[in-house]
């Protein structure tokens, strides 16, 4: 109960974003390291990595790392719109009657455009997960045969997909929303953690900046890339 009081203090919540934060900032590096298997024209390797994550342990590794995820996922989002809608509250003065005082007013600004750009990438990551890890499969003739056995040809669908120019243009304007996300989530969340050192501050928020420009523009340069390649 006391645990719960303290997990639930603005200094709580704070911890909680920025913890589950970065946990989710390791996903997006792990899921776009194994999306750059989608550069190559040999469908194999990208198939063979989805096919391992599916069936290693049985499936029960996946199931476990899912269940990860979605506990971080929910767990930030809550956390996250509570922050939010805290600062929003607590500013005395709207918006609209006097525009951006600046200080406190800055701050609240950047808090709204986090939980503007957070809540995209969770309507995002629905769809996305619905349109690729539930979309078609074996029966509906996406198979593929590795090692003699017959198994899902993920590699074709998506690169069916981006060979879609409003598939592309979607997937663009998502990441370079990731990519603003990250940028500030990075430095908010070693902020939270209390690494706010003045000798170490320039070097972290480059490296915020480094780690959001790298992740946007990787997972957009997927399926420009493969956009790219199938109009030749
Ligand atoms: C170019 C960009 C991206 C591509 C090509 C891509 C591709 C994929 C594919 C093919 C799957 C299905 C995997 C499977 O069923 O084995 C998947 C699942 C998923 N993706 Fe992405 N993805 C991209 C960006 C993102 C981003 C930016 C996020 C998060 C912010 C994300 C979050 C997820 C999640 C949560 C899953 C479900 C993982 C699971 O339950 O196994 N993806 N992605």
Redesign the pocket.
């Known amino acids: 109960m006391q645990l719960a009081k303290l997990l639930w203090s603005s200094v709580g919540k704070k911890l909680l974003t920025g913890v589950t934060g970065l946990g ?1 900032s390791g ?2 590096a792990a ?2 390291a ?2 750059l298997l ?1 550069l190559t024209d040999n469908p194999d390797p990208f198939n063979e990595y ?2 391992f ?2 069936t290693v342990g049985h499936g029960k590794v ?1 199931y476990l ?2 269940f990860g ?1 979605i506990a971080f ?1 929910l767990t930030h989002i809550v956390t996250g719109v509570s922050i939010a809608l805290n600062k929003l509250r607590s500013r005395p003065i709207s918006y609209q009657k006097e525009g951006n005082a600046g200080g406190n007013s800055q701050k609240t600004l950047s808090s709204l455009s986090m939980a503007f750009t957070g809540l995209l ?1 969770l309507v ?2 629905v769809l ?2 619905k349109h ?4 078609p499969g074996m029966e509906d003739g996406y198979q593929t045969v590795l090692h003699g056995e017959t198994v ?1 040809d ?1 590699y074709k ?2 690169v069916e997909e ?1 060979g879609k120019f409003h598939m592309v243009a979607l ?1 663009t304007l ?2 370079l929303m ?1 990519g603003l996300h990250l940028r500030h989530g990075v430095w908010s969340a070693f902020q939270s953690l209390g690494i706010r050192f003045p000798k170490f501050e320039i070097a972290i928020h480059q490296a915020g900046l480094l780690f959001s420009l790298l ?1 946007s523009f990787g ?5 420009l890339i ?1 956009f790219a390649k199938s109009l030749k």
């Open positions: 989710l996903f997006v899921h776009l194994g999306n989608l989805a096919h994550l599916h996946l790392m899912e995820l996922f990438l995002f990551v996305h997960v690729f890890k539930y979309g899902r993920l669908f998506v981006f997937y998502t990441m990731l992740m997972f957009i340069a997927v399926p493969v």
